[in-house]
Every structure is written in C-alpha cells, then in structure tokens.
C-alpha cells in the first residue's frame, strides 16, 4: 500500500518583517487522515506543499516509493509529475467546459480510452446526467462530484481535500463522502482531508492531526475530537 510520509518547513515573511512558519512532520497510511485546525493555522499551506504547488523551504515528502521533494538531494517534482489529485475549495471547475470536459482534462492517452475513463467515473459518481451541462447549469452537490471525479480520474497515488464540502449541506455531504469512501475501498491511497468541522472530521473518519499556529500539535482519533466539542 502507498503511504505519505512529510517533513516540511514553510516560512512567509510579513509586512514589517514578521513571519509565520508552517512547519510539520507527519506519516499517513492509504485512507484519510485529517488536518484539523482553525482558519490561518497553515493547513492548507501544508497541502500546497506536498501538492508542489508552494515551495518549501526545507525537508521530505515521499509517497510510497516516489520522492516528491528532498531539500537535501534537490528533488523537487514539477506538479504534473507528482500524481496527487487536489480538490481546492472553490472546486476551480473551468466555466466553458461541460462536465465531461472538465473531468477529461490534463488525462493523456487516445480519445477512445480517455471518453471510456470518463463514462465510468461519472456512473460512480452519480452524475452521468449532467455530463453536458456547465458548471453554473448544475446544483453545488454536482459540481463537487465533478471536482471529485476530475481528481480521481487520472488515478492519483494521493488526493488532497481543502475543506471541498463547506458549502453543502448535511444530507449532500454524507451522500458525497459516501461516494467518496466507496472509491477508496477499492482504491487504496492516502488522503488528506483539511477541515476546521468537527461533523466533517468524524465522518471521514481515519486519525487527526491537529494543528495550531503552523505546528502540529499532536494526533487524536475522530472520536476524540467530538469528545472535544
């Protein structure tokens, strides 16, 4: 099974020369951990990293075999060679692009291969019936299924989530991440989940990690994080 292991350290340096410092050493096995905190902690920092879409300043992110950043060694994997699938918050769906088109972009191959890719995971996730319809000519639940799809499509060797089910309610989150969990049985990977709800975080299930001002600050099971409350 694929696992992620990080080390990484981020500094940004602010207006009159104050910084704030994203630093975390973490493993997460194949299913999903969650990133837990408040809104300015550096979780989503932590997932631009390991995505490659910031560059960190110092240490190691591998999954399973591949070595996505080594500070040490100068391996530093462009984006499109680092197989992780992202979900941003604003699902970031292009607006010209049907649904189909969105989930077939950036997936290499024939075109016979790539509509057969994209027929499947639309069945899986419920939204065969919007295939043809833009972004703004579908409900929120379908434009996240779509962002979802258009993640996994490709086959990711990780998924990372930032906070991509804040905007729905709670009968269409447990009916997504439902959809989400039935992939992930049959697709072992490790993902990371970033949320600052606690329903979220138990729901997904998988070990929290929690952090506070850019430091992880220890790691609890969901259980204990309702416990919280």
Not at 13 to 35: C, D, I, K, N, Y
Not at 97 to 120: H, L, S, Y
Request: proline share 4%; aromatic share 6%.
């Amino acid at each position: 099974m694929n696992g992620l292991q990080v080390q990484l350290k981020k500094t940004f340096t602010a207006r009159r020369h104050r910084s704030f410092t994203v630093e975390a050493q973490f493993s997460a096995p194949a299913g999903v951990s969650v990133v837990f905190g408040p809104s300015g902690s550096g979780k989503t920092t932590i997932l631009q990293c390991i995505a490659g879409l910031l560059r960190q300043d110092a240490g190691h992110i591998q999954v399973g075999e591949q070595t996505l950043f080594d500070a040490e060694k100068k391996v530093d994997l462009p984006v499109r060679e680092r197989r992780v699938g992202y979900v941003f918050q604003d699902l970031a769906l292009f607006p010209h692009m049907n649904a189909a088109q969105n989930i077939a972009f950036g997936i290499p191959g024939e075109n016979g291969e790539r509509e057969r890719m994209v027929a499947d995971i639309l069945e899986r996730f419920s939204i065969s019936g919007v295939a043809t319809r833009r972004p703004d000519e579908i409900s929120g639940g379908e434009r996240q299924r779509v962002a979802l799809a258009r993640a996994l499509v490709t086959r990711p060797s990780l998924l990372l989530l930032d906070e991509p089910f804040s905007a729905l309610d709670d009968e269409l989150k447990l009916e997504i991440i439902g959809d989400l969990k039935r992939w992930l049985e049959q697709n072992k990977i490790p993902v990371l989940l970033v949320t600052h709800d606690r329903t979220e975080a138990a729901l997904m299930g998988g070990k929290v990690l929690l952090l506070h001002d850019g430091r992880l600050r220890g790691e609890i099971t969901p259980e204990q994080l309702t416990a919280r409350a």
